[in-house]
């Protein structure tokens, strides 16, 4: 294969990113952008190339693109998903899989059947730092796992970008999950989750930040804080203009032989100006040369790879589904107050 075609499904800001990602590498092309709303998928041709189509059955009936990119929004992974496995197209699915088990058993069946390949975009199993203390655990330098805290928080800004239709917990709490059940391959046995309310639930009815307890079945655990309740002014800067906000994050890892930590609070850049403090994105996808560098780059990179030389992706559906089972446990236990035991 002397060029790789492939398709997104899903025009809004992750759409974006991947599909420009995946124009400027120098063996792939954009053949197709898919959105409801064709304005959309316009304007992201007219960034990355390739044609626009507001129906994803018209795309597949003109085109035939060998990997799919499916960005839409979190309950709607599972129908463009089965119908590119179906359609011979390898599948990339942004985070998280699915919002329900069902969907994602759906989206692994298809692809299993149709012989594609299923990669889940868990962007920060591509983040060096990260992927350092997952060598670090496995080469034994913090001897067995005990513990682990992981914080994400964002601004506000976040929430109100999605208009209260998902919880924090599913669009980004999820990355940490994956995270600490990637360094913890024990079984999670139970889940305990608490939220809270403030501004994000006077506007949209959808919880500010929640703090998840994972006990998995060694006794070891897991805490996890996420939420998008950050101050405005926390990324309120204009310029530069490739300067893109983030948030408050951190991982820390025990064991019974070291522990590893992670402060992402700056990241490794920070400044000061006339518009006050700074702390911008320098991992995920920061433009460097005027091209989209860091995790985003490295982890479609490494899909477009698999395909290439019929390799696994690093995270296969059935992992990314165990990640979705916690993060559901995790809202159960919000709505029902309790902890929820594994398999609920």
Known sequence: MDELTFAVVGAGFMGGVLARVGRELPYSRCIAAVDVDIQKARQLVDLVGGKAYSDLGAMFHDESPDAIIVATPENSHRDPAVAAAENGSHVFVEKPMATSLSDADAMIRSCESAGVKLMIGHILRFDVNYVMIQDAIRAGNIGRFLTAYARRMAPIGEARRLGGRVSPITYIGVHDIDLMLWYQPELVKSVYARAVRGRVWDEFQTFDAAWLTIEFEDGSIGIQEVGWCLPEEWT???????????????????????????????????????????????????????????????????FFECILNDEEPLITGETARRSVEVMLAAEMSIDEDRIVTLPA
């Open 236 to 302: 309120g800067w204009q310029t530069p203009e490739s300067w893109g906000g983030f948030g408050d994050v951190r991982m820390n890892v025990i064991g019974t032989r070291g522990a590893a930590n992670i402060n992402y609070t700056p990241m490794d850049l920070y400044a000061v100006d006339r518009e006050g403090w700074k702390f911008p994105d320098t991992r995920h996808w920061p433009t460097m040369n005027g091209k989209l560098v860091g995790a985003a780059k490295l982890e479609i990179e490494h």
